[in-house]
Antibody, heavy 120, light 107 residues
Framework: EVQLVESGGGLVQPGGSLRLSCAAS????????MDWVRQAPGKGLEWVGR??????????FYAASVKGRFTVSRDDSKNSLYLQMNSLEIEDTAVYYC???????????WGRGTLVTVSS | DIQMTQSPSSLSASVGDRVTITCRAS??????LAWFQQKPGKAPKSLIY???SLGSGVPSRFSATGSGTDFTLTISSLQPEDFATYYC?????????FGGGTKVEIK
C-alpha cells in the first residue's frame, strides 16, 4: 500500500527539541522530493520545508519561520524522512504532515500527521 | 514571498448547488497551482494540479481554471461529502505558500 506514516510528536517545553519521522512505503522513495507541512490548531496549512533528492544533491529548503531551527533530512535506505526541530516555540504547536511531491510538482500523497505541542 | 488570497473565506451552500472559490496570487505563478480538500481531523487530499488537471480518483464535478495570478475551483453540483475546507497552494517558487482556506458549509 502506498502510504506515509508520521511519528515522533508529543509534548515539549519551549526551547526544547523533537525529531519527527515519516516512514514511506509502496513507492520508490528515493525518486521523490519530500516535504513537511504543518497546521496549527484551527488554522490553515503552512509549508515547513523540503528535502530534495540524490539527483539534485539533496539540498533542503525552508520556510522563514523555521529556518535555522529546523532541519529536514532523509535516509533513502530506510525510506524515511525526518524533521529535527530545535529551539521550539509555542507557535510551533501544530499537526505536522509529511507529503510527497509528485513528478508534476504538487503534493500528491499525505500522511495522517503527528501532533506537536509546545507548552510549559 | 508569493501571497495567496482565497475568497470567500467561508460560504454556505445546499446539496446540488454550483460553488466557485477563487484564489489570487500576489505575482504570476504560471499554472503552478494546486487545490486541496480537507475535512475536520483529516489530512488534506489533492484535488487539482497544474491549475486545471484533475487528480487521480477525483470526481469530475470538480474543475478548475486559471493561469498567472487568478484561479478558480468549481464544484458543479455540491454533494454531501464535499462539505470541507479547500486550500489553494502555489509551487512556482520557494517558499511554497497556501491560501487561507475556504470553508464550505451546509446551508
Amino acid at each position: 500500500e502506498v502510504q506515509l506514516v508520521e511519528s515522533g510528536g508529543g509534548l515539549v517545553q519551549p526551547g526544547g527539541s523533537l525529531r519527527l519521522s515519516c516512514a514511506a512505503s509502496g513507492f520508490t522513495f528515493s525518486d521523490h522530493y519530500m516535504d513537511w507541512v504543518r497546521q496549527a490548531p484551527g488554522k490553515g496549512l503552512e509549508w515547513v520545508g523540503r528535502s530534495t533528492n540524490k539527483a539534485n544533491s539533496f539540498p533542503a529548503f525552508y520556510a522563514a519561520s523555521v529556518k535555522g531551527r529546523f532541519t529536514v533530512s532523509r535516509d533513502d535506505s530506510k525510506n524515511s524522512l525526518y524533521l529535527q526541530m530545535n529551539s521550539l516555540e509555542i507557535e510551533d504547536t501544530a499537526v505536522y504532515y509529511c507529503a510527497r511531491t509528485s513528478g508534476d510538482w504538487y503534493f500528491d500523497l499525505w500522511g495522517r500527521g503527528t501532533l506537536v505541542t509546545v507548552s510549559s | 514571498d508569493i501571497q495567496m488570497t482565497q475568497s470567500p473565506s467561508s460560504l454556505s451552500a445546499s446539496v446540488g448547488d454550483r460553488v466557485t472559490i477563487t484564489c489570487r496570487a500576489s505575482q504570476g505563478i504560471s499554472n503552478s497551482l494546486a487545490w486541496f480538500q480537507q475535512k475536520p481531523g483529516k489530512a488534506p487530499k489533492s484535488l487539482i494540479y497544474a491549475a486545471s488537471s484533475l487528480g487521480s480518483g477525483v470526481p469530475s464535478r470538480f474543475s478548475a481554471t486559471g493561469s498567472g495570478t487568478d484561479f478558480t475551483l468549481t464544484i458543479s453540483s455540491l454533494q454531501p461529502e464535499d462539505f470541507a475546507t479547500y486550500y489553494c497552494q502555489q509551487y512556482n517558487s520557494y517558499p511554497l505558500t497556501f491560501g487561507g482556506g475556504t470553508k464550505v458549509e451546509i446551508k
